[in-house]
């Protein structure tokens, strides 16, 4: 007879957890990329889950995903085009090339928040790795901004077909450093929340402001004189990961004003994928200083 | 009841599987559920006046060797589940060490991460992945789950649609499906009708005579003494007393009596005080 893994399995040492064993920060770290990776199978799950919810509760289900974001772009353009009376080129392009990352970045921060306290009760009766958590909602928020791209697709081959360029293909890029920066962000609020349940409230507020002070509805170039007026501002601009993300997406989407095809802020962007990478790593020690803690204050 | 399958005396020299020494588990007041900013500036400000945090579990030591059987008992909030909480790596001590050997799976409150949205099968993946079982295993497993949890063509509905004692049954069957090399049980053994407890009482057994060590909390003080081969008593986050089943539910039963029959000169008191 032969034997099979259980029983191999069986045969082995039986592992050894004590909680005399505390690790250090490395360790830490050590421990979440275990984690993740070896549940890989649960994260999938997990998104699976949230999408399939996500469908279904609504009446048109999913084609909100396409809806929502054009919804969006015809409320910004009435407002920025008619009531404000600006005029850019092409402007309903022009904005959604910001509310599509935008959206998705969102999303994913609201889901993030209550993804740890909305487990509260498996929390208290099973023992797994709580990084899990935002990690899966994070991931479910990609479906987001991919189904977005239906919506983009669409608006450039009937009203844009000539702001059409190969630069299309740097949107993964941009996408990449960006999903790095959600997922810093993700694991920050989703451990405070449990603490603080303020988290919720205040981000709404939080995320609007963040909105206006990044260059979406308006490019760089318009508040270029903003320097000079209030070199604060000016200042807190410069350093929002979505100055680089919006610009990018814009250069790459819509391009110039003109019309020509021009390329993402390749040094902003490589700059932000480091620091997107260091944020991860501080987030991620964080949340596992954190994850302690949770289940008795859940 | 089953009948007759007592365990048998431990042989001696068996290897640890669970050791506790002076685990104590604190709770901070402070930073409680549903804490706000705002709240926790007033916890500043009244840093003072009362206590801070109390101690669920204190002082707590046993160990627990292969092939025994124990049962904790004791009152209401004496601190029995976040023993098993704790003995599950679900919080962490605040004080003193538990080293375990093999891996550990609780049967707390059944059902518990059920998503209500889902259907009956694709639960069943997910509480696997969450119980860190393999998702080939799970396959694997998932039709005799079903059979057990024995919910016809409900499997592929939404568990919403469920009667309590549905999710209990599609609980327990998850929760038994695995065998783990120590097992944590919390108050499984009375879910169901009649057929279900006495076939959940069967598996329980089966896993009890499996598995190299078993944990349960219970009020069943019939199970503890004709199934443990150890028991424990907890009041108040102290271990009163230890040792032979039998011994340790006399001891508890004179106490619950004690406690009654103070409860009931208490209620007198307050009675006469309101004539």
């Known amino acids: 007879m032969d ?15 004590s909680t005399a064993i505390r690790p250090g920060p490395i360790g830490l770290l050590g421990e979440a990329i275990r984690e993740a990776w070896s549940r890989r199978r649960l994260i999938r799950y997990l998104v699976q889950a949230d999408l399939k919810k996500k469908g279904s509760d609504t009446v048109l289900g999913n084609i ?12 910004y353009v009435i407002l920025v085009s008619v009531i404000f009376q600006r005029t850019t080129p092409d402007y309903p392009l022009f904005i959604f090339a910001a509310i599509l990352p935008w959206k998705w970045f969102t999303s994913s921060v609201y889901d993030a928040i209550t993804s740890v306290v909305g487990q509260e009760r498996l929390i208290k009766q099973i023992q797994f790795p709580k990084i899990i958590l935002p990690t899966a909602t994070t991931f479910a928020g990609v479906a987001n901004f991919a189904f977005g791209m239906i919506p983009l697709a669409g608006l450039l081959a009937l009203f844009y077909s000539d702001r059409i360029s190969p630069t299309l293909v740097f949107i993964p890029l941009i996408a990449a450093v960006q999903f790095v920066f959600t997922l810093a962000f993700s694991f920050v609020v989703a451990g405070i929340n449990v603490f603080f349940r303020d ?39 410069a350093i929002n990961p979505f100055y680089t993300f919006f610009e990018s997406y814009r250069n790459v989407i819509y391009g110039t004003p003109a019309g020509a095809p021009s390329m993402p802020l390749w040094g902003h962007l490589a700059a932000w994928l480091v620091g997107s990478i260091v944020l991860l790593v501080l987030a991620t020690l964080l949340f596992k200083r954190l994850e302690p803690a949770f289940a008795k204050v859940l | ?29 402070r930073l ?50 976040t023993l098993l909480q704790a003995l599950a790596g ?43 079982m393999d998702h080939r295993e799970m396959a694997r497993r998932i039709d005799s789950i079903i059979e057990f949890a024995d919910l016809g063509q409900f499997i592929d509905a939404s568990i919403k649609t469920y009667s309590t004692g549905m ?63 150890r028991a424990i008593l907890l009041e ?35 009675l006469a005080a309101a004539r």
């Open chain 2, 1 to 29: 009841m089953v009948e007759g399958v007592s365990p048998g005396p431990v042989q001696p020299g068996a290897p640890t599987v669970i050791e506790v020494r002076d685990l104590g588990v604190r709770y901070s007041l």
């Open chain 2, 32 to 81: 409680t559920r549903k804490n706000t900013v705002r709240q926790s500036f007033a916890n500043l400000l009244r840093r003072r006046d009362g206590p801070s945090s109390f101690w669920a579990l204190r002082n707590i030591s046993f160990t627990l060797t292969k092939g025994e059987s124990l049962a904790i008992i004791g009152p209401n909030g004496a601190g029995k589940s």
């Open chain 2, 167 to 229: 999710r209990a049954r599609l609980g327990f069957s998850i929760a038994t499906a695995i065998d783990p090399d120590i097992l944590l049980l919390d108050e499984v053994l009375a879910t169901g009708d009649q057929v279900f407890r006495a076939k959940s009482q069967a598996r329980v057994l089966e896993l009890v005579r499996a598995a190299k060590g078993i944990v349960l909390v219970t009020h069943d003080m019939n199970w503890v003494t004709e199934f443990c081969n």
């Open chain 1, 3 to 17: 034997i099979t893994r259980e029983e191999i399995a069986r045969e082995a040492p039986p592992s050894l957890r």
């Open chain 1, 199 to 237: 988290i919720a409230n205040v981000s709404r507020h939080a995320l609007r402001l963040w909105f206006y002070l990044s260059p979406g509805l308006y490019s760089a170039a318009a508040i270029e004189k903003l320097k000079e007026t209030n070199p604060v501002i000016a200042q807190v601009m």
């Open chain 2, 90 to 132: 679900i919080i962490t001590p605040s004080e003193g060490q538990i080293d375990v050997r093999g891996q550990i799976s609780s049967l707390l409150t059944l059902g518990a991460g059920f998503d209500a949205e889902l259907t009956g099968r694709d639960n069943i993946l997910l509480a696997g992945a969450f119980m860190g």
């Open chain 1, 64 to 75: 909100w995903w396409v809806l929502d974001p054009l919804l969006q772009m015809v409320v």
């Open chain 2, 236 to 270: 108040q986050g102290h271990i009163v007393a230890e040792g032979d089943p039998a011994e340790v539910v006399a001891i508890h039963r004179e106490h619950s009596e004690q406690v009654k029959a103070l409860k009931a000169a208490e209620a007198a008191r307050v």
